[in-house]
């Protein structure tokens, strides 16, 4: 399962939801991106508030990476 880190500030109920789909979009595109080196999987930090969101990953290496940036469009 991917790995979310989440740092963003409080949030009410709608910004609750559209983070909730921010996450199920990220999930839908990174399903099956998997390291063929390490069998791990990217964590997806999620930061700041609802309106600017930084969106990063953290991989274990360059294949991964590669992988990511295939799946993702390059972010």
Request: with cysteine; net charge positive.
């Amino acid at each position: 399962m991917i790995k979310f880190k989440a740092i963003t500030p409080s949030k009410g109920e709608l910004e609750r939801q559209i983070m909730e789909a921010i996450k199920r979009e990220i999930q839908r595109k990174l399903t099956g991106v998997v390291c063929p080196e390490h069998h791990q999987q990217p964590t997806v930090i999620v930061a700041g508030p609802i309106n600017a969101l930084d969106i990063q990953f953290e991989v274990c290496c360059d294949r991964l990476k590669k992988a990511l940036e295939a799946a993702t469009g390059d972010c």
